[in-house]
């Protein structure tokens, strides 16, 4: 079994909509991202949670907000999406014990029309 | 802001050959990672080369690492088809974060 996982992995949505991609981990791993990627900007970091009570903004959070829910989970919502949200979404997570290295989700390709 | 960026953007070359991809950063840093992204699906972390190495290797991977030029490189010697993939580097900025760069998108050609 993978050690993230992430759902939905496809969606489409209309704008307006409100959204949310879930992740879970089973690597016990304290720190987990999310991130989006654009063709072309590679990945760019919107949240990031350091424990279950710490969360912090990253590159670009307007639009979105999440929830940790448990140290497995942690979730992503687009409280009104818009066609500009459209993009591939990634969870990563990491354990500091490890030099910070980050285990990535397979990703959710979500489209907004 | 992106800490790291690649070059070249696009690379094709055929089986058997060797690629270079290089990256190069903006602050000082800790490490430097480089992943894999097969088409569409999650990052891989390939290999981490810590500040105080100039070169490290695993497998057919080769990383250098110059601190003084703030760059570093990734080499794939005798490349295959299942290569084909984009590479990024990422590297920690001075809030924590990860910050990878634009990627490089290898094409290996049977």
């Known amino acids: 079994d993978a050690d993230v996982t992430q759902t939905p992995r496809n969606r489409i949505t209309k704008t307006g909509k409100r959204i949310m991609l879930e992740c879970s981990q089973t690597k016990g791993h304290d720190r987990m991202y999310w991130y989006r990627q654009d063709p072309g900007l590679g990945l760019r970091l919107i949240y990031y949670?350091?424990?279950?009570?710490?969360?912090n903004k990253g590159e670009i959070s307007d639009g979105y907000s999440v929830s940790r829910q448990a140290q497995a989970k942690f979730s992503l919502s687009l409280e009104s999406a818009i066609p500009n949200q459209t993009a591939l979404y990634f969870c990563?997570?990491?354990?500091?014990?490890?030099?910070?290295?980050?285990?990535f989700g397979p990703g959710t390709r979500l489209t907004v029309t | 802001s992106q800490q790291g960026e690649e070059d070249p953007q696009a690379l094709s070359i055929q089986e058997g050959e060797n690629a270079t991809m290089n990256c190069s950063y903006k602050t000082s840093i800790n490490n430097l990672q480089w992943y894999r992204q097969n088409s569409g699906r999650g990052l891989v972390h390939l290999i981490l080369?810590?500040?105080?190495?100039r070169e490290k290797h695993s497998g057919r991977l080769r990383v250098t690492l110059d601190t003084s030029k703030k760059s570093s490189s990734l080499l794939i010697t005798a490349s295959r088809a299942a290569d084909t993939a984009s590479y990024f580097c990422?590297?920690?900025?001075?809030?924590?974060?990860?910050?990878f760069g634009q990627g490089t998108e290898l094409s290996v050609k049977p």
């Open positions: 080369i810590r500040s105080n190495e």
């Open positions: 990563a997570t990491s354990d500091p014990g490890t030099a910070y290295e980050q285990y």
């Open positions: 990422a590297s920690y900025n001075q809030g924590g974060k990860l910050i």
């Open positions: 949670s350091f424990d279950v009570k710490d969360i």
